[in-house]
C-alpha cells in the first residue's frame, strides 16, 4: 500500500520542521557558549566575517570550534 499524497505531504512538513528546530537549538546552544559574541542567525556568516588573531590564541581556537560544531550540527540535522 502506497501512502497518500497528504500523508507524504505531512511527513515532509514534520521533517522540515523537526529540522528547523535542531538547527535552531544548535544555534541556541552556540549563542550559550558564546555569551559575549554577536552572533547572527547564519552561522556561517561569524566564520566569514571573523578576523584572525582578533583573540587570544586559546579563545580563538574554541570559538572557531563551537562555530564549526554549531554548523556540522545543524547540516547533519542534529
Not at 20 to 39: F, G, I, N, T, Y
Not at 49 to 62: D, I, N, Q, T, V
Amino acid at each position: 500500500m502506497t501512502p497518500s499524497f497528504r500523508r507524504l505531504r505531512a511527513m515532509r512538513h514534520r521533517s522540515a520542521a523537526l529540522s528547523e528546530a535542531r538547527a535552531a537549538r544548535a544555534w541556541e546552544d552556540s549563542v550559550e557558549e558564546l555569551p559575549d559574541e554577536d552572533l547572527g542567525e547564519d552561522l556561517r556568516d561569524a566564520l566569514e566575517l571573523y578576523r584572525r588573531g582578533s583573540k587570544p590564541r586559546c579563545e580563538e581556537s574554541e570559538y572557531l570550534e563551537i562555530i564549526e560544531d554549531a554548523i556540522d550540527r545543524i547540516s547533519r540535522g542534529r
